[in-house]
């Protein structure tokens, strides 16, 4: 039995490992593009801020322990055909020759890349010439080529495209850096992950930690400023409102989305889904013979959803584990995501699991979101800190369908909604959520948890409508 994986990243490391665990004697080859297997892209903006000292500190594993498991790994190698009927592998390695590699089952783990908006003066990797300053940023390469522009031009000032949470971690990022950072989102509030009400609260935390924000404003143009500007870059954005906006800026950063690498998939006969993601089953199963898919390449089974593209290394680790396992034979599947994630940004954290108000009502629910404040612990106990909660129900059935929190970073706000998205995986109603038996002592929690008197104030505000 021989399983080859395509990508080296969350999906395709987490396959491979799968299938050892199982199957010791499974015989597993791992394709990677590049050369740094099992790397967390997640944490790129803690290297660049120095958080994180040096690059290699980033993988989740090294090369000899991925191999020591017992998976063989092919680096620098690229995927570059999947003949389905002869179940063969193209490959190029890095000399530039081409290999056919046969397979008993195939896993495509090709994530994403990042998304290239339509900005004159963005196209290529030095669009404005060698150097230019410009970036995305998605991989160890990508985050190389940021560090090397730190490093050789000690820029004073950048502009960052983009305030979803990337953007974010990499305002905070670069600021540690001593770099001087615009934010500029074309969106009326940063971090549309959150409903605008929470966003406007990271917006502050932002605001006080000396981030320029432009917000409802969309970048066009990235050109060489003139000599004598006060940066290296001119950036042209317009405003909903049509006014032209611009700033000068001595690095810029785009950060304004992925969309799924699907290309190898497609010409091989994959069906595609939504945001043309591969359209796989629960089962990570493409529909093509021997042929699995999982990560940021696939579509994203939702509990409260159906299908949508939410692609999150958490989702591509457990869909990549499913995958695995189903190579062998087996029959998992993939229970859906809920879109549960949490940033930190300077000393506040947002996290939001479920639904937010307007995507539940769009999904046909009858939502009513209730805001509301606790303590994350006894206020008479010294540190306690204020968290802000919307919790999203359907007026209905009382059904829990989202929660958002915003809060100080050591208010364990990542835990807080873990507790959320438990009870919507278990489609608890907002009352269940109150009723259930959580832990506490005065410096850690209250009698009533956090979330439960989020929960509280939810069932309050809908008795009151219904007065
Ligand atoms: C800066 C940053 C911060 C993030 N932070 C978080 C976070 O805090 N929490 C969270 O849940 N998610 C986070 N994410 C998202 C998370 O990193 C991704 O969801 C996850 O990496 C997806 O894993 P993947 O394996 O599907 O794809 P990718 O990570 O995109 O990896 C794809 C792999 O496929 C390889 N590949 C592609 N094409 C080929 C080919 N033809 N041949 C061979 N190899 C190929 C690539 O080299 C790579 O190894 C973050 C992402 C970024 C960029």
Redesign the pocket.
């Known amino acids: 039995m021989h399983l080859v994986m ?7 490391i987490s396959a491979a490992l799968r299938a050892r665990e199982l199957e010791p004697a499974a015989d597993v080859t791992v ?4 050369a740094y ?1 099992n790397f967390s ?2 944490g ?2 803690y290297y660049v801020s120095g958080d994180v000292a040096h690059w290699r500190n980033l993988a989740h594993r090294t090369t000899a322990d991925l191999e020591a498991t017992g998976m063989r790994l092919r680096l620098d ?4 055909r999947i003949d389905v009927a002869g179940r063969k592998l193209q490959v190029t390695g890095s000399d530039g020759r081409d290999e056919m590699i046969a397979y008993d089952k195939l896993i495509v ?4 890349v990042p998304v290239r908006p339509p900005i004159t003066g963005l196209s290529g990797p030095d669009a404005l010439g060698p150097g230019d300053g410009v970036h995305l ?3 160890m390469g990508d985050t190389f080529a940021v560090m090397r522009t730190l490093q050789t031009t000690s820029p004073a000032s950048a502009v960052i495209v983009g305030a979803g ?2 953007g974010l ?1 990499m305002a905070e990022a670069l600021t540690a850096r001593g770099v001087q950072v615009t934010q500029i989102e074309q969106l009326p509030e940063v971090l549309a992950t959150v409903d605008p009400e929470l966003g406007g609260l990271v917006h502050a935390e932002l605001a006080a930690h000396d981030i320029q924000i432009l917000t409802s404003a969309t970048v066009q143009q990235i050109s060489r400023a003139d000599p004598g500007a006060s940066g290296r870059l001119r950036v042209i954005a317009r405003g909903n409102t049509g006014e032209a906006i611009e700033r000068h800026a001595d690095m810029v950063l785009v950060v304004t989305g992925v969309q799924p ?1 699907t290309e ?1 998939a497609a010409a091989a006969g994959a069906r595609l889904g939504i945001r043309g993601a591969i359209q796989v089953d629960p089962g990570m199963q493409t529909g093509l013979p021997d042929v699995l898919a ?4 696939v579509i994203t089974h939702h509990r409260l959803l159906g299908e949508t593209y939410l ?6 680790h457990k869909q ?1 584990r499913v995958a695995g396992e189903n190579a062998l034979g087996r029959n998992r599947q993939f229970a859906g995501s809920l879109g549960t ?1 949490v ?1 930190k940004i300077f000393d506040q954290a947002a996290a939001r699991t479920g639904l937010r108000h307007d995507e539940a009502a769009a999904a046909g629910f009858d939502p009513i979101t209730v805001q509301s404040e606790a303590d994350d612990h006894k206020a008479y106990y010294p540190g306690s800190h204020r968290i802000t909660m919307r919790v999203t129900g359907d007026r209905r059935t009382g059904r829990l369908l989202g929660m958002q929190l915003f809060g100080h970073k050591h208010a364990e706000i990542a835990k807080r909604i873990d507790i959320a998205a438990t009870a919507i995986f278990n489609n608890m109603t907002v009352e269940d959520m109150s009723d259930l038996d959580l832990s506490y002592t005065p410096p850690l929690g209250s009698p009533w948890e956090a979330v439960q008197m989020g929960a509280q104030a939810w069932d309050r505000e809908v008795r009151n409508l219904s007065m």
Do not use: F, N, R
């Open positions: 395509i990508g080296g990243s969350d999906a395709g394709i990677v593009a590049d297997p892209i997640c790129i903006p190698t690229s995927a570059t783990g090709t994530g994403a940023l998605h991989t949470y990337v971690e690498d190898l999982a990560g940021d390449c692609p999150l290394g958490t989702t591509a990549g994630q940033v």
